[in-house]
């Protein structure tokens, strides 16, 4: 039997895919993500025959995997509401959520530095540059440092 070049290149996309898929269910929990759909439906159980708990209509929103379930993961947000979410609707890009008080971010990763701007409770940002201490956070092209204690999605000396 002759494979023809497209039939090579298929098999092993789907090869890549599949080894993919595995590693996400060998990911030890608990891990931050984030919600990737401008839309996400919690549900009560891992699948679409279980009732919506909330609706989530903020992407980058971080959440903590709790647990896995084929396509599913048992998520936490911010307030401490769980439920469980489909797995194409979650990014494994690091974002922070700002609690119940104002924070400053600053111009370097020390608390003398300069405050170059502050942000409310709610606020979601993207998190770089965390060394344990402090973390980078950037709030639509605007960032600065902020201890990791005053952020939830990241955990207190984790590095990244």
Do not use: H
Not at 13 to 28: D, N, S, W
Not at 66 to 72: C, K, R, S, T
Not at 112 to 121: E, F, I, L, S, Y
């Amino acid at each position: 039997m002759r494979l023809g070049g497209r039939s090579v290149v298929v098999a092993t996309m789907l090869t890549i895919m599949a080894a993919g898929a595995a590693e996400a269910q060998r990911r030890k929990t608990p891990y931050y993500a984030s919600i990737a759909a401008g839309e996400a439906r919690m549900r009560s159980g891992p699948g679409k025959n279980y009732p919506t708990q909330w609706v989530y209509r903020r992407a980058d929103m971080p959440i903590k995997v709790l647990d896995i379930y084929q396509d599913w993961r048992r998520v936490e947000d911010p307030d401490g509401t769980r439920g469980w979410l489909q797995v194409g609707l979650l990014s494994d890009r690091r974002t922070g959520f700002v609690g119940r008080e104002v924070i400053e971010l600053r111009a370097s990763p020390q608390a003398g530095a300069a405050v170059v701007w502050r942000a409310a409770p709610g606020v979601v940002g993207r998190l770089s540059r965390c060394n344990g201490a402090w973390c980078f956070f950037d709030v639509k092209g605007r960032g600065g440092y902020v201890e990791q204690a005053r952020l939830w999605g990241v955990d207190p000396g984790e590095t990244m």
